[in-house]
């Protein structure tokens, strides 16, 4: 029985010891929301025309890729806050695929539209994904 309760609080240690790894890095953004921001279906965030909503990303969201449904056709997206601390910089990134790995943009700063233009008649419509990264200053 002591055994088990041993593996229990080593197993228990070592997630402990895993979030501490990840945790001091973020622990200077303010609170969990980490960024928000809203795309449209039409070419310069053309304000009520074609708003297809608002993203909110919380800080549990971090570095993970999230697809664009496939029923929106992501042309423009506005950057319309992004949390960041004293010893970190947040940025939100959009992709052409689905998967965050294709045309990699990173967003430009707050309240400015970024407009995806097709580069080829083969090229994705719009975009497919994006993930909000940060990195210690």
Same mark, same amino acid.
């Given at each position: 029985?002591?055994?088990?309760?041993?593996?229990?609080?080593?197993?228990?240690?070592?997630?402990?010891?895993?979030?501490?790894?990840?945790?001091?890095?973020?622990?200077?953004?303010?609170?969990?929301?980490?960024?928000?921001?809203?795309?449209?279906?039409?070419?310069?965030?053309?304000g009520?025309?074609?708003?297809?909503?608002?993203? $909110?990303?919380?800080? +549990?969201?971090?570095?993970? %890729?999230?697809?664009?449904?496939?029923? @929106?056709?992501? !042309?423009? #997206?506005?950057?319309?806050?992004?949390?960041?601390?004293?010893?970190?910089?947040? $940025?939100?990134?959009? +992709?052409?695929?689905?998967? %965050?790995t294709?045309?990699?943009?990173a @967003?430009?700063? !707050?309240? #400015?539209?970024?407009?995806?233009?097709?580069?080829?008649?083969?090229?994705?419509?719009?975009?497919?994904?994006?993930?909000?990264?940060?990195?210690?200053?």
């Amino acid at each position: 029985m002591q055994l088990s309760h041993l593996f229990s609080a080593a197993a228990a240690q070592a997630l402990v010891s895993n979030a501490l790894v990840v945790l001091p890095r973020q622990t200077n953004i303010t609170d969990a929301h980490l960024a928000n921001f809203r795309t449209w279906g039409a070419a310069n965030c053309p304000g009520a025309v074609d708003n297809q909503g608002e993203w $909110n990303e919380q800080l +549990f969201d971090l570095n993970i %890729c999230y697809q664009f449904p496939s029923s @929106l056709e992501v !042309v423009s #997206v506005q950057l319309e806050n992004i949390d960041t601390g004293d010893y970190v910089t947040c $940025n939100a990134y959009v +992709f052409t695929d689905s998967d %965050c790995t294709v045309d990699e943009v990173a @967003l430009p700063g !707050v309240g #400015v539209c970024y407009t995806y233009t097709k580069t080829s008649v083969y090229a994705n419509p719009g975009l497919g994904s994006y993930k909000i990264a940060c990195a210690d200053n």
